[in-house]
Each structure stands twice: as C-alpha cells, then as structure tokens.
C-alpha cells in the first residue's frame, strides 16, 4: 500500500525500530476489505473467524515479515468521517508497542474506490 508516495510497510518499519512487516493480502482481510471499515456496522456481522484481526478498536494492515498475522504485524484505528477515512494511533502486534506514525487521512470517496479496486 502507497500512502502519500510512500510505502507503508517501509514508514511503518521506520516509525517502529524495524519490525519486520509485510502487505496484508485481501484473503487475509476478507472480501472487499470489510475489516478495512466502516465500523462498527462491519464489524458486528464480520464472523468469528475474523476476531483475530479485531483488537480494542484497530484492525490489522500489516501483517508480520513470516507471513502469520500474530506473530507480529501492524494495527491502526481506522475512524470514517462523513469526507474523510483516517488512519492512525498506529501498534505493533505482539509487543503491543505504539508506533509514531500518522495519522493518514484519505478522501472517502477515493478510499471506496481504491478498496473496490484492491
């Protein structure tokens, strides 16, 4: 994922000393990106089997350098505005550690699109 010109998983491992993280695939996210948002609507009917990427309000978008989401990874809060989707208050999976990075913010409509897309 480019944001800004930038790759996230590269800001990502910058803000966070290094973590090894990868591009999360759409099968890993679900169809059409549901856990991408909005929330809480999607994640009410997500099923079971998506838990795991549902921690205290922030979804997985990074997944770990290995390839299994747990082991390591990236969240962030995703909040939907009326115009806007936001990304931010950035953790890495594991340690739980914060990570500075963001917040990114995203026209709704080209967010949409690119999730459409992707």
Not at 43 to 68: H, M, Q, Y
Not at 101 to 107: A, D, I, M, V, Y
């Amino acid at each position: 994922m480019i944001i800004d010109g930038r790759d996230l998983t590269k800001l990502f491992r910058e803000a966070s000393g290094g973590t090894s993280v990868r591009p999360m695939e759409t099968a890993e996210v679900g169809y059409s990106l549901e856990l991408w948002g909005p929330w809480p609507r999607i994640a009410e009917s997500l099923p079971r089997t998506f838990d795991r990427f549902v921690l205290r309000g922030r979804c997985a978008v990074l997944t770990c350098g290995c390839g299994w989401f747990g082991c390591g990874g990236g969240l962030a809060r995703i909040e939907f505005n009326d115009h806007t989707v936001v990304w931010g208050d950035f953790e890495g999976v594991g340690a739980g550690s914060s990570v500075r990075l963001g917040p990114f913010s995203f026209e709704r409509a080209q967010y949409e699109e690119a999730r459409r897309t992707f």
